[in-house]
């Protein structure tokens, strides 16, 4: 802290506010907001819009600021959780927008009135001289941010206000902050060439980008400031200001665990990890197959409605109509309800892989960090896998089965590169990533298969689909002298098994001699069959793309290797 600065804090001023000063203030505030009101009424500013013209532009200017920028105790910590939620909510008035040559950009016309029903919740903020809490608490760390993008991107600054007092580590000891009130204190700036504003939260830090063509020749800017130090409601020890909040919540840091259907490994893991002051955001407790899976400890949020739709979509789909595309947008409406229940206090999410990207794209993991239980491949790596195989097996008509909108896979990647961990116990979706953000945990055994390890035949564990190595299957088993067993329907092409010695199983049946389970997939997400076989010592042939480790009774072999297949079914026959 410079000298300055330091005599600037030290001055004494402890005049204690009053409640006939506050109402003066809030008079004064009205008046204010009436004059401002009439003057943009016959002039008012262009709200604009975002837009994607100057998306690859230069970046003029880029200011980072640290969103935790104190520590003073579980009181402290829940308004800046506060503050950070304000934030979230007024970026999206703000984040992507183009301004062209000449317009004036202000920021109250963009991110609208700071009220509890537009999202914002209490936070601390400058007022008269004292940090208190209030509703929209926090917006100047943004308005700072974008003032001094501003100047440092040569824009010319149309209106600003600067702080009165100092709060220490703010930019108004350097002379670059704006103030912003409601609605009567704006911060506008406008520029001779077109230029977007990018504005975003990663977990600890707030980002605001100005981007544009031309040079740049930044704006001079004030001198520091020579005002006093701003006191704190939290710090101050005034317990007889009316201000004085005893009752301001004691938050602890909960996680909010937003899940869909329930694994073994996922309950399991929720189940050793979550705390008392958690939440679990899950679809239902009193609908289909949602009901269970998910241990019942901390205090829960179902989507009912949600899962009804779901069900109702899928029921009445048309013939033809992509499954896949019934339940992105299924996610995406669970993903909507669960968003609408996270609060301030929610600093860390953990997220079923299903509803990542449509919450990337609603904004609310900005500002947080997250953890995702991870249950497939990404949406882009599993596109490229499909693609070349449908290149290698034109004649499939099933591996164009699943193919996310772009935009859903690329939010997907963004938000799994945002990811504090990523969580699996599959090993083909674990290697996707780098290994000091995935965390492997191991596959819960299931109850073994009612069979035994005898005779030749072999199961095929899953439906006779491309995506699941039926390809490889047939060229493998040209000649030798097995039964093929099919453990569930489904029919890539008819005709697919002429001349070998095939069988579907129906549901639930077993038989009571198996010579190995085989499953050469090129995707699978869910091998549930070949950890039986193993818990029931029966030999299992699968591929990497399993997912499974190393370890005894498994051989694996290449994807798509007809050769390495036939040879790991004769050395176990």
């Not at 953000?437 to 005898?454: F, H, K, M, N, Y």
């Not at 072999?458 to 699941?468: D, N, S």
């Not at 088993?477 to 008819?494: K, M």
Request: net charge positive.
């Amino acid at each position: 802290m410079s000298d300055r600065l330091a005599n600037v804090m030290a001055l004494p001023d402890r005049t204690v506010p009053t409640r006939i000063g506050n109402w003066v203030f809030e008079g004064k505030a009205a008046l204010l907001r009436l004059r401002r009101a009439g003057r943009d009424f016959a002039d008012a500013p262009k709200r604009h819009r975002a837009g994607t013209a100057l998306i690859d532009a230069p970046v003029l200017a880029k200011v980072t600021s640290p969103l935790w920028t104190t520590s003073g105790g579980a009181k402290d910590r829940a308004l800046n959780a506060g503050k950070i939620q304000n934030l979230r909510t007024a970026i999206a008035g703000l984040d992507g927008i183009e301004i062209g040559a000449g317009e004036v950009l202000s920021f109250w016309r963009q991110v609208g009135k700071p009220l509890r029903r537009h999202g914002y919740v209490e936070g601390r903020e400058l007022r008269e001289g004292c940090m208190i809490a209030t509703v929209g608490g926090g917006l100047c760390q943004l308005s700072n941010a974008l003032y001094e993008a501003a100047i440092d991107a040569g824009l010319e600054v149309v209106e600003r206000h600067a702080h009165t007092r100092i709060v220490p580590g703010s930019r108004a000891a350097a002379g670059r902050d704006a103030t912003v009130f409601w609605n009567y204190l704006d911060f506008r700036v406008r520029s001779r060439r077109a230029f977007r504003v990018d504005a975003t939260l990663t977990a600890d830090a707030l980002e605001v980008s100005i981007r544009g063509f031309g040079d740049v020749m930044p704006a001079p800017i004030a001198d520091m400031l020579t005002g006093l130090a701003a006191h704190d409601c939290l710090s101050c020890g005034e317990i007889s200001c009316h201000r004085h909040k005893p009752d301001i919540a004691v938050e602890g840091t909960p996680t909010a665990w937003l899940v869909d259907a329930a694994t073994p490994e996922f309950a399991g893991l929720y189940g050793e990890r979550v705390g008392e002051a958690d939440v679990l955001m899950l679809p239902s407790r009193r609908i289909g197959r949602y009901v269970g899976g998910w241990p019942a400890i901390a205090p829960e949020y179902t989507a009912d409605l949600a899962v009804m739709q779901r069900s109702f979509a899928l029921r009445t789909a048309s013939k033809g109509q992509p499954r896949a595309a019934i339940l992105l947008a299924a996610d995406a409406r669970l993903a909507a309800a669960y968003a609408r229940r996270i609060e301030a206090r929610h600093t860390h999410l953990v997220i079923a892989q299903p509803l990542l990207p449509h919450l990337w794209r609603l904004g609310v993991l900005r500002g947080r960090s997250f953890d995702v239980l991870l249950d497939r491949l990404p949406m882009d790596r599993l596109h490229d896998l499909l693609d070349a195989a449908a290149a290698r097996h034109p004649d499939s008509p099933t591996l164009g089965d699943f193919r996310a909108p772009t935009s859903t896979a690329l939010a997907e990647r963004e938000a799994l590169g945002a990811a504090a961990r990523l969580i699996t116990p599959h090993r083909a979706v674990a290697a996707c990533f780098p290994e000091a953000r995935v965390e492997v945990i191991d596959w819960q055994p299931p109850g073994p298969l009612a069979t035994r390890c005898s005779g030749r035949t072999i199961m095929f564990a899953g439906p006779a689909l491309a995506r699941k190595g039926i390809h490889a299957m047939r060229a493998a088993l040209a000649g030798l002298d097995i039964a093929l067993l099919f453990e569930r329907a489904g029919q890539d092409q008819p005709g697919f098994w002429n001349g070998f010695d095939v069988l579907l199983l129906g549901p639930g049946e077993m038989p009571a001699e198996l010579a190995a389970v085989v499953l050469p997939a090129l995707v699978e997400h869910n091998p549930r069959t070949l950890l039986r076989a193993l818990a029931a010592d029966v030999p299992v042939i699968a591929t990497p793309a399993c997912g499974l480790p190393p370890q005894p009774g498994l051989t694996l072999v290449p994807a798509d290797d007809p050769a390495a297949l036939r040879d790991a079914i004769s050395r176990v026959l």
